[in-house]
């Protein structure tokens, strides 16, 4: 059963053949049990307002993030020119998840015209199923639509329910670390405090902002430190007075602009903080949040992320997730061998890959993965290099000729079917301009630069992208698992319907998620993520000997399991 949304002039929607006016629409939705697979012009659009409703949605298609996945994709053949103008569902973006309280008004209003409000979803639903029937590899496509709409209907529950937050906590972290709070227009006491020394190292008037990189790298300059830029790894390289309390300063700004007071303000209420995540925000499939920095928690805030009274925190991170992928992708076995262990379990592949005698130690290793996968060819990563493409050569191989399309200025495309970019104007101009009759050797130089940066981008692409859809389909499974888990019998509290009583995710980042359960349920929820875990192997690896072993932690505090 696969019921299309689809809006109407008049305020209704159309589902079946039938208008549902939207008041009723969680009713139907509730009606059609989890049997239903919904289909819909934008999950942010419909599923917010389910939720408030109490309604949870088992199945979805997102057409909006299905047509972008598809439109780019090299597996398929899209109809019509290549290079024909953006249409209305190249342009549709996610609607806001914070735009209103009221439930009614969580449902997009439909426009005024006598037509169906905006783009329609029947007929584009009818294209993107053609053009996935006569691809290939369709089977791929299917699991990467399947696991995208997985993802956003995921997004927005974590929204409603929300990652458990203490601001008093917070607040007392924030005056530990900085200082009172202080009046507006003014620094925190250790900001100021550090402010004074750093001008004194500098011999810097009172006046000197080190608010403002242009004035304090002036000051820099004049006292001769050295520093060219504000880099810490530049920084932590000179020995000048100026450089520890200009690093601690870095730090400390950077809490206070990013997660201070304001922040607190602004993105908790009623214990709880919500961030909007942009599924697929990044071109590999990774996700990006429109505000609250979801992606990027410090450790010194998370001691105010706690779980309620009868309920705690199940924590799992997957353990060096893009080399796995890369074995798995390369059909490297002796890079997947690596990975196991001599134990079988694989906890960590860059002590399997020591063992396995390609390189010393652990941190040659993981130089030199990362070397491999993002195109680092210095250094400690360039001289590992040599050694790990003889022992996985499969795997390496497979990379670098991801990094030559690119400077061919082709498009690769991951394990599922999400494809590259073509580079822009900029890359063309500079390959262009090396073949003019009057093209010297600054312009064959610049060429030359911006095809090795677009291939490193296209080496990362494949396997970052790849993971991405790992991931993916490990956050679809454990929704899925938490679900069939049931609820416990706890008194009211801050977890909303549908969720009341049950696990459910709160918190993902790439390769990382938090589980918020009742604590009775903390040992069924380990054992299901790390079930989901291996059934995402499973989904796009088939029976390839490659292991996913998470790191999986139990605790009352987030600051407590990292």
């Known amino acids: 059963m696969q019921p299309v949304v689809v809006p109407q002039p008049d305020g209704s929607v159309r589902v079946e053949g039938r208008r549902v006016a939207l008041g009723e629409l969680p009713s139907v939705v509730a009606a059609a049990g989890a049997a239903a697979r919904w289909t819909w ?3 942010n659009r419909w599923y917010p307002g389910l939720l408030t409703a109490g309604v949870r949605v088992e199945r979805a298609h997102d057409l909006r993030l299905g047509h972008r996945i598809l439109r780019r994709s090299a597996l398929v053949s899209w ?15 996610p609607a806001p998840l914070t735009s209103s309280d009221e439930p009614a008004m969580l449902f997009a209003a439909p426009g005024p015209s006598g037509d169906v409000p905006g783009p329609d979803p029947v007929a584009e639903l009818a294209v993107q199923d053609a053009v996935v029937a006569g691809s290939a590899a369709a089977g791929r496509l299917r699991l ?3 696991a995208e709409s997985a993802g956003a209907l995921a997004a927005v529950e974590m929204y409603h329910a929300g990652l458990p937050w203490l601001a008093d906590v917070h607040d007392a972290v924030l005056t530990e670390t900085l200082g009172p709070r202080p009046r507006l227009g003014e620094r925190p006491a250790r900001l100021e405090e550090l402010a004074h020394r750093i001008r004194a190292a500098l011999g810097a008037p009172a006046g000197l902002n080190p608010d403002s990189p242009r004035d304090l790298l002036r000051a820099i300059e004049r006292a001769g430190v050295g520093a060219r830029t504000l880099r810490k790894w530049e920084l932590e390289r000179l020995d000048h007075p100026v450089v520890e309390p200009l690093l601690e300063y870095k730090s400390l700004y950077r809490l206070l602009t990013a997660n201070g007071w304001a922040w607190l303000e602004a993105w908790v209420r009623d214990g709880r903080f919500r961030s909007e995540y942009v599924v697929g925000g990044v071109v590999t499939g990774r996700w990006a949040s429109s505000g609250g920095g979801a992606l990027q928690l410090p450790k010194s805030v998370r001691r105010a992320v706690v779980a309620d009274p009868g309920w705690t925190f199940v924590v799992a991170d997957a353990a060096q997730l893009e080399p796995r992928v890369l074995a798995a992708m390369a059909g490297d076995e002796v890079m ?7 134990d079988g379990r694989g906890a960590d592949m860059y002590a399997g890959i020591v063992a396995s005698g390609a390189v010393p130690t652990r941190e040659l290793a993981k130089v030199g993965m990362l070397g491999a996968m993002y195109g680092g060819t210095t250094g400690s990563s360039g001289q590992v290099l040599p050694r790990l493409a003889k022992t996985f050569p499969r795997s390496l191989a497979f990379v670098d000729d991801a990094a030559r399309a690119g400077e061919r200025g082709e498009i690769v495309t991951t394990h599922l079917g999400r494809s590259s970019p073509l580079p822009g104007a900029t890359w063309h101009e500079a390959q262009s301009g090396a073949y003019q009759d009057d093209a010297g050797d600054d312009d064959v130089a610049k060429a030359r630069s911006y095809a090795r940066s677009w291939g490193r981008f296209t080496r990362n692409f494949v396997v970052q992208g790849t993971a991405a859809e790992w991931a993916l389909c490990w956050l679809a499974s454990i929704r899925r698992r938490l679900w069939a888990l049931g609820a416990a019998d706890l008194p009211d509290g801050l977890v909303p319907a549908p969720f009341a009583g049950r696990p ?3 918190f993902f980042v790439h390769d990382e998620i938090v589980v918020h359960t009742p604590a009775e349920f903390a040992d069924a929820v380990a054992a299901e993520v790390q079930a989901a875990a291996a059934e995402a192997g499973r989904l796009l690896f088939g029976d390839f000997p490659v292991r996913f072993p998470l790191s999986v932690a139990v605790a009352t505090s987030y600051a407590d399991a990292k």
């Open 504 to 506: 459910h995710l709160v």
């Open 336 to 342: 997947a061998a690596a990975g196991r262990g001599p």
């Open 144 to 146: 990467l639509l399947a």
């Open 79 to 93: 109809p019509g020119p290549a290079d024909a103008p953006p249409g209305p569902w190249d342009t549709l973006a």
């Open 41 to 43: 012009d934008d999950t």
